[in-house]
């Protein structure tokens, strides 16, 4: 399948170790703010979103940090797993605009055994 | 159940060709999106469709691309005259509603223009 990401940035942890990725984004009107998993060869999937009215969401493994004053989103993913190794993207929501996705800089996770 | 799938997978053409790209969504989503990904990037929205409707094409790149969804289902994204700058992943997808936050995408179709 296509190999995605070959240009990226690349995270390495050891598998149960704590992963954080982060992502700076550009548009303040922004009403959501999601993360998206990426595997190679597959679509992009949907892992967590945020309301711009929110600072922290969490569900399960994953804890979503958004910080509006310095346009910051962090993706932090507790115990990281063989299977969480894939690029991350960070896209930004106006919901003004139909829902179109803004994708940021992916980055590579790659977790070692 | 089924989740978006897109025809074929791969496509490889010649310069100046015409390809057509198909994307069949969910079934009763009303939202359609189109997204190309280049190697190494994030994908980048084309077009939208709100049932049968273009409601914002403003990511097409020039009138080479065109897209339709005659019955509000299935899309088609059309590229005339290829060139090799338009190789690239096309991704698509869809989503129940409008202003729905969650979209689910399809595996992509990679286009080479040779």
């Known amino acids: 399948g296509e190999s995605v990401g070959l240009h990226l940035p690349t995270l390495s942890v050891q598998e149960g170790d704590n992963s954080i990725i982060n992502c700076a984004y550009s548009?303040?009107?922004?009403?959501?703010f999601i993360w998206y998993k990426q595997e190679s060869g597959k679509g992009p999937q949907f892992i967590i979103d945020i309301r711009s009215n929110m600072d922290k969401r969490q569900g399960q493994r994953v804890t979503v940090l958004l910080n509006k004053t310095v346009k910051h989103l962090s993706l932090q993913i507790a115990a990281t797993q063989p299977g969480d190794s894939a690029v991350y993207f960070c896209a930004e929501v106006n919901t003004g605009t139909a829902s179109k996705l803004t994708f940021g800089t992916g980055t590579r996770l790659q977790v070692t055994l | 159940g089924a989740g978006v799938s897109q025809t074929p997978s791969n496509k490889v053409t010649e310069k100046g060709k015409y390809v057509e790209l198909r994307c069949d969504p969910i079934s009763g989503h009303t939202a359609l999106y189109w997204y190309r990904q280049s190697l190494g990037q994030g994908p980048e929205f084309l077009i939208y469709?709100?049932?049968?409707?273009?409601?914002?094409d403003s990511g097409l790149p020039n009138d080479r691309f065109f897209a339709v969804r005659p019955e509000g289902s299935v899309s088609t994204l059309k590229i005339q005259r290829t060139e090799r700058g338009d190789s690239a992943v096309y991704l698509c997808?869809?989503?129940?509603?409008?202003?729905?936050?969650?979209?689910?995408f399809g595996p992509g179709t990679r286009l080479t223009v040779l």
């Open positions: 997808a869809s989503s129940p509603e409008w202003g729905s936050n969650e979209q689910f």
């Open positions: 469709f709100q049932g049968t409707g273009a409601a914002d």
């Open positions: 548009n303040s009107a922004s009403d959501y």
